[in-house]
T-cell receptor
Framework: LAKTTQPISMDSYEGQEVNITCSHN???????ITWYQQFPSQGPRFIIQ???TKVTNEVASLFIPADRKSSTLSLPRVSLSDTAVYYC??????????????FGKGTKLSVKP | GAVVSQHPSRVICKSGTSVKIECRSL??????MFWYRQFPKKSLMLMAT?????????EQGVEKDKFLINHASLTLSTLTVTSAHPEDSSFYIC?????????????FGSGTQLSVL
């Protein structure tokens, strides 16, 4: 079971790029890295998933170094509405054990005007 | 993306009553559903894993007689909080696993805020 470590909180200003790094030193060969966003009183929302190198979609990029022991979620030009808690999950592609579904503490991102 | 509908979004009940929360996958078959609870400013805690047609698997410390889970079909799972007490007040979230959905294979409901008076 790959444990994840993220910063508890981060502050940013509107228009800036925000990078949130997650450490997962004991990631397994079959594990993927997935990031979720959660607003207060709502369920988590999928942001991005990757296995290695770089993945980009319409909302974020995910950078994964060759050793895969960490990953960085990059949010370009954040706005106030990006204020939320961001969770990094590591596990098999949801085809395996319950361990995939254990949430860490997450990173509370606060975007200021 | 796929849709998971969770109802009710908010419920207030008296101590000693039972409350049922429904979780439905609207446009895909969910062979597995998961139930979490979340306290204010805390992370999600997995309570149980529910597979269609079989008994739920509960995490350590979660009372199965207190939190009854039924997964009767590929689109519906229910969580019943029996004889609710104020300490059961929490935010409950379900999620469902879909197949062949691309990178996103786990979909979450919008949550249910339970307040027990």
């Amino acid at each position: 079971l790959a444990k994840t470590t993220q910063p508890i909180s981060m502050d940013s200003y509107e228009g800036q790029e925000v990078n949130i790094t997650c450490s997962h030193n004991n990631i397994a060969t079959n594990d993927y890295i997935t990031w979720y966003q959660q607003f207060p009183s709502q369920g988590p929302r999928f942001i991005i998933q990757g296995y290695k190198t770089k993945v980009t979609n319409e909302v974020a990029s995910l950078f994964i170094p060759a050793d895969r022991k960490s990953s960085t979620l990059s949010l370009p030009r954040v706005s106030l509405s990006d204020t939320a808690v961001y969770y990094c999950l590591v596990g098999e592609d949801y085809g395996g054990s319950q361990g995939n579904l254990i949430f860490g503490k997450g990173t509370k991102l606060s975007v200021k005007p | 993306g796929a849709v998971v509908s969770q109802h009710p979004s908010r419920v207030i009940c008296k101590s000693g009553t039972s409350v049922k929360i429904e979780c439905r996958s609207l446009d895909f078959q969910a062979t597995t559903m998961f139930w979490y609870r979340q306290f204010p400013k805390k992370s999600l805690m997995l309570m149980a894993t529910s597979n269609e047609g079989s008994k739920a698997t509960y995490e350590q410390g979660v009372e199965k007689d207190k939190f009854l889970i039924n997964h009767a079909s590929l689109t519906l799972s229910t969580l019943t909080v029996t004889s609710a007490h104020p300490e059961d007040s929490s935010f409950y979230i379900c999620s469902a696993r879909g197949r062949d959905r691309g990178p996103e294979k786990l979909f979450f409901g919008s949550g249910t805020q339970l307040s027990v008076l």
